[in-house]
């Protein structure tokens, strides 16, 4: 069961954000500003921390600061009134995770929080489980019921990338630039020979496959 601190002075709105977490199977912690939710992180592990950005004592920037230069990276999602694209900005190069504009709509507080505590795991652990199929980051290998094998290192980080965001459309040039450093002369033809080299070794997978986005790019699906 994963833990969630939810940092909130608003008395009613700690409660309500409170109890649709529990709701919804999370075990809450909640503290009143920055300098409560450290306390409470000395002692309790969070998986993932709710920060209203205006607090007293330490809003919500500071906190995110403070837990970034401790070096943790819990997954955090501020949520605050501020809807202006320079508060976003500072929030993000705080080391925010995700940001919500109150009012928050509680189905979509859940969507993101089911979605970040998912990429974490997968961050942590550097594995990703589908079906049969395991991706180990560590030792850049696929294991399905047939056997094991080791990837080429480009191989592996593209369909590593497409499945730890399954359904989600990337771009030959953001895989591009992600995969392939900056400064490499690989154009966006690189990225089809890889995919097809991928299709290719894992035709015959149960599990997932890769879908061509006609006009935009290339995402990673779960076979029902």
Same mark, same amino acid.
């Given at each position: ?16 954000? @409170? ?11 909640? @503290?009143?500003?920055?300098?409560? @939710? ?76 089911? @979605? ?109």
């Amino acid at each position: 069961m994963f833990s969630i601190l939810v940092v909130e002075d608003d008395l009613n709105t700690r409660r309500l954000t @409170a109890d649709v977490l529990e709701e919804n199977g999370y075990t809450v912690l909640t @503290a009143k500003d920055g300098v409560e @939710a450290l306390e409470v992180l000395d002692s309790k592990h969070a998986d993932l921390i709710i920060a209203d950005i205006m607090m007293p004592r330490m809003d919500g920037y500071e906190l995110t600061r403070q837990l970034r230069q401790s070096g943790s990276s819990v997954p955090i999602i501020m949520v605050t009134a501020k809807e202006a694209i320079q508060d976003k900005k500072k929030g993000f190069i705080e080391g925010t995770d995700d940001y919500m504009v109150k009012p928050v709509d509680e189905e979509e507080m859940l969507l993101r929080i089911a @979605a970040l505590l998912r990429r974490s795991q997968i961050m942590n652990e550097h594995r990703i489980v589908i079906g049969q199929t395991v991706l180990d980051y560590d030792r850049l290998t696929v294991t399905e019921p047939s056997g094991t094998s080791e990837l080429p290192p480009k191989e592996f980080m593209l369909i590593y990338k497409l499945l730890s965001y399954p359904d989600k459309i990337f771009t030959r040039r953001q895989l591009i630039d992600e995969i392939w450093d900056l400064s490499s002369e690989s154009d966006e033809r690189t990225v089809d020979v890889h995919v097809n080299r991928l299709r290719d070794r894992f035709r015959d997978n149960g599990d997932f496959e890769i879908i061509t986005v006609r006009g935009l790019g290339y995402k990673g699906v779960k076979k029902q």
